[in-house]
């Protein structure tokens, strides 16, 4: 090796990231919630493909994707008050093992030639059930493995694997299908993860940070009130939830919905090139997340949250309009840049801004507001589909989102100047 590149490799692993890097415990969550997200990545397409081959309904796939998202509604909240005061590891590892037996149940009943569409939808509401769990404590367990000084530099480098793993999971996802029918997809989800589970094994355990006796804990009803009035008594918190919760609605839960349906019936795709355009998107968070790993002390953060939020909604408006693949591609790319701000910035606001004992149901209410609504947003979106066309539901999005965000940034300042 020459000393030009020793010396480089010395300077990478005295950098910041070189240093959240070294840490065991944070390579093993690297790694976990990398596996976890290469299925994911795929998850919610095949339920969506699954659905369109079996009833050819964009309204039924406005459904399916309800059902993976609307449990977000009722255990984020209670999932992110049990964060706050077990081992948030256990948890993590329990959520995947429930997820793997759900999809290797599917994918047997695929098998026997049994499934129908009420019996995918009931399985799709079964899988959001242990993604609603899982989201929490995954996302509480960073600040207590990664020194505060350091927190966005293991945001990005969580997302930057993210992103990786969604890349090839929604690439991966579209090809097994094609290969070996939507039953091999499922398998390869359980496959997943089972590895995300096994990984989580190296990182500590995270017990009880409420500071409570035993014997002297508030009720988990409780506990999610002390969130809540947390986040209220933030305005800039409160303010980052509504912007989280408008883009799950408004963006999230139609794009996921609507683009299989337009690669499928306006774009003339099979499974792999629908797939291949969720891939592009990952590719572009991939590329942002690298951008801002290079950032030292980003500011103004608030500001580019919500400029970005608007330059969105330009490029879904694009989406929609779009009859040609290559077109929808590089929108695709662009929306897929902008998506690496606004994880990594959201996460580092959030927690940045958020004391420990109260992590786990801050994180909660995060994963709540954008996951929460996505599911609503693919149920309009379905509906709209149908009446109007799915192109043009993604353009009347893409307008209110343009709308919504010069709304928030006039009467939020809070977000606006959060930094």
Same mark, same amino acid.
């Given at each position: 090796?020459?000393?030009?590149?020793?010396?480089?490799?010395?300077?990478?692993?005295?950098?910041?990231?070189?240093?959240?890097?070294?840490? =065991?415990?944070?390579?093993?969550?690297?790694?976990?919630?990398?596996?976890?997200?290469?299925?994911?990545?795929?998850?919610?397409?095949?339920?969506?493909?699954?659905?369109?081959?079996?009833?050819?309904?964009?309204?039924?796939?406005?459904?399916?994707?309800?059902?993976?998202?609307?449990?977000?509604?009722?255990?984020?909240?209670?999932?992110?008050?049990?964060?706050? =005061?077990?081992?948030?590891?256990?948890?993590?590892?329990?959520?995947?093992?429930?997820?793997?037996?759900?999809?290797?149940?599917?994918? *047997?009943?695929?098998?026997?030639?049994?499934?129908?569409?009420?019996?995918?939808?009931?399985?799709?509401?079964?899988?959001?059930? #242990?993604?609603?769990?899982?989201?929490?404590?995954?996302?509480?367990?960073?600040?207590?493995?990664?020194?505060?000084?350091?927190? +966005?530099?293991?945001?990005?480098?969580?997302?930057?694997?993210?992103? *990786?793993?969604?890349?090839?999971?929604?690439?991966?996802?579209?090809?097994?299908?094609?290969?070996?029918?939507?039953?091999?997809?499922?398998?390869?989800?359980?496959?997943?993860?089972?590895?995300?589970?096994?990984?989580?094994?190296?990182?500590?355990?995270?017990?009880?940070?409420?500071?409570?006796?035993?014997?002297? =804990?508030?009720?988990?009803?409780?506990?999610?009130?002390?969130?809540?009035?947390?986040?209220?008594?933030?305005?800039?918190?409160?303010?980052?939830?509504?912007?989280?919760?408008?883009?799950?609605?408004?963006?999230?839960?139609?794009?996921?919905?609507?683009?299989?349906?337009?690669?499928?019936?306006?774009?003339?795709?099979?499974?792999?090139?629908?797939?291949?355009?969720?891939?592009?998107?990952?590719?572009?968070?991939?590329? +942002?997340?690298?951008?801002?790993?290079?950032?030292?002390?980003?500011?103004?953060?608030?500001?580019?949250?919500?400029?970005?939020?608007? #330059?969105?909604?330009?490029?879904?408006?694009?989406?929609?309009?779009?009859?040609?693949?290559?077109?929808?591609?590089?929108?695709?790319?662009?929306?897929?840049?902008?998506?690496?701000?606004?994880?990594?910035?959201?996460?580092?606001?959030?927690?940045?801004?958020?004391?420990?004992?109260?992590?786990?149901?801050?994180?909660?209410?995060?994963?709540?507001?954008?996951?929460?609504? +996505?599911?609503?947003?693919?149920? %309009? %979106?379905?509906?709209? %589909?149908?009446?109007?066309?799915?192109?043009?539901?993604?353009?009347?999005?893409?307008?209110?989102?343009?709308?919504?965000?010069?709304?928030?940034?006039?009467?939020?300042?809070?977000? =606006?100047?959060?930094?």
């Amino acid at each position: 090796m020459s000393a030009l590149s020793t010396s480089a490799l010395v300077r990478l692993r005295r950098s910041p990231l070189g240093q959240t890097v070294a840490i =065991r415990s944070f390579r093993h969550y690297w790694s976990s919630t990398f596996f976890y997200f290469l299925g994911f990545g795929s998850q919610r397409f095949t339920f969506i493909w699954l659905v369109l081959e079996l009833s050819g309904n964009a309204w039924l796939a406005g459904v399916t994707a309800f059902a993976l998202g609307i449990p977000a509604f009722f255990i984020s909240l209670p999932a992110g008050a049990y964060a706050d =005061r077990v081992d948030r590891k256990k948890m993590v590892v329990c959520s995947n093992v429930a997820g793997g037996a759900v999809s290797m149940l599917i994918a *047997l009943l695929i098998w026997a030639d049994v499934i129908t569409v009420a019996l995918a939808i009931i399985v799709a509401l079964a899988t959001g059930v #242990t993604s609603a769990a899982v989201q929490p404590p995954m996302l509480a367990i960073i600040p207590t493995i990664v020194p505060r000084e350091r927190l +966005m530099n293991g945001i990005v480098l969580r997302t930057m694997g993210q992103n *990786l793993a969604m890349v090839l999971g929604a690439t991966v996802g579209g090809v097994v299908i094609d290969m070996w029918n939507i039953g091999g997809a499922f398998a390869i989800l359980t496959l997943m993860y089972a590895l995300s589970a096994f990984a989580m094994f190296g990182v500590p355990s995270q017990r009880d940070g409420e500071g409570h006796a035993e014997g002297d =804990r508030p009720s988990i009803r409780e506990s999610v009130g002390e969130g809540l009035r947390f986040i209220r008594s933030s305005p800039g918190l409160l303010g980052l939830v509504i912007l989280l919760a408008v883009i799950g609605f408004v963006m999230l839960g139609p794009v996921f919905v609507l683009i299989p349906e337009i690669a499928k019936d306006d774009l003339g795709q099979e499974a792999t090139g629908a797939s291949i355009l969720f891939a592009i998107t990952s590719s572009g968070m991939l590329v +942002m997340s690298i951008a801002l790993a290079a950032v030292s002390n980003l500011r103004h953060k608030g500001a580019v949250l919500l400029i970005t939020m608007m #330059t969105g909604g330009v490029i879904v408006v694009a989406i929609g309009a779009s009859k040609w693949y290559l077109l929808t591609a590089l929108a695709m790319f662009l929306w897929g840049l902008g998506g690496g701000i606004l994880i990594n910035l959201n996460q580092t606001l959030a927690q940045s801004h958020t004391p420990d004992e109260m992590m786990g149901r801050v994180m909660s209410v995060v994963t709540l507001a954008i996951t929460g609504m +996505m599911p609503l947003g693919s149920l %309009a %979106a379905g509906a709209g %589909a149908e009446f109007i066309g799915a192109g043009e539901w993604l353009m009347v999005c893409g307008v209110a989102l343009v709308l919504i965000g010069a709304a928030l940034w006039v009467r939020l300042p809070a977000l =606006r100047e959060m930094n």
